[in-house]
């Protein structure tokens, strides 16, 4: 009796962890994290009072009517994991990295963001401020491409911009948060109007990465741009030479006179 309690609770397990979809929102907001985001919002509210329009506000009233919106765990792509070319998924290409991305709102408008982060083993407000429009229009995009309320975005970060990614029938989807008037390089046609395949997002990345110069651990330059440490200096030898021999000939000319 014993050993089949023990398998029908074992195929419950199993059927409770395939029943839970890919796209599950990230884990609950730690209770810590809620109060140093609270505590880090009269922070914002203080130093934003004192120049509203420094910080984007029209006035100090509106400054006082900012509150704490939905937080977002982040997480960033891997450098190493992107070059290796392991996936075409940017939720395989990254990994949390113990932060907190929390909207501010006005007004039921996305405003400002808040960070909070673990420093030495503890959460602190790392950072708040900046425009949270075009994450927000990202948002509402992701929602109507999902179409159900219930399915969080896992925000995956690579440099200044945020994807809200998904999988919807089997294929992962992201929406960044760049406006069409304001795509950045590494997004190039890509925009937050439309939720686009990560598969191209993560060749984007691949080629962008590919592009440019990158610098090892140690600050040394790769051999992509080892060339060009070289070129200069052959150059200079070059000239060096021709003026030693111009110089000999000119010599030459003055002792046979």
């Known amino acids: 009796m014993k050993n089949t309690i023990t398998f029908l609770l074992g195929i419950l397990a199993c059927v409770c962890f395939l029943a839970v979809p890919s796209y599950a929102a990230t884990a609950s907001v730690p209770s810590q994290v809620i109060q140093v985001a609270n505590d880090g919002l009269k922070v914002f509210k203080e130093r934003a009072a004192q120049a509203p329009l420094k910080w984007g506000f029209s006035d100090a009233t ?8 939905e937080a977002f765990q982040i997480q960033v792509v891997d450098p190493e994991k992107l070059k290796k070319g392991i996936s075409d998924k940017l939720l395989e290409l990254s990994h949390p990295n113990n932060e907190w991305l929390f909207l501010t709102y006005v007004n039921d408008q996305p405003k400002s963001f808040l960070t909070v982060g673990i420093e030495k083993g503890e959460y602190h407000l790392i950072s708040y401020g900046g425009k949270a429009k075009e994450f927000g229009d990202a948002l509402h995009t992701f929602q ?11 925000v995956v970060k690579d440099k200044n911009v945020h994807y809200l990614v998904t999988n919807m029938s089997g294929q992962e ?10 795509k950045m390089k590494q997004t190039a046609r890509m925009d937050n109007t439309k939720a686009w395949p990560s598969s191209l997002t993560v060749k984007l990345l691949k080629d962008q990465q590919a592009n440019s110069s990158q610098v090892d651990d140690a600050g040394v330059m ?10 200069l200096p052959t150059l200079l030898l070059m000239i060096g030479g021709f003026l030693y021999s111009v110089i000999l000939v000119y010599r030459k000319r003055i002792e046979m006179r």
């Open 173 to 182: 989807f992201n929406v960044p948060d760049t406006s069409a008037s304001n």
């Open 62 to 69: 509106e400054v006082a009517q900012m509150s704490l919106g």
């Open 222 to 231: 790769t051999e992509k741009s080892a060339p060009i440490q070289w070129q």
């Open 144 to 154: 109507d491409s999902v179409q159900n309320s219930d399915i969080k975005p896992i």
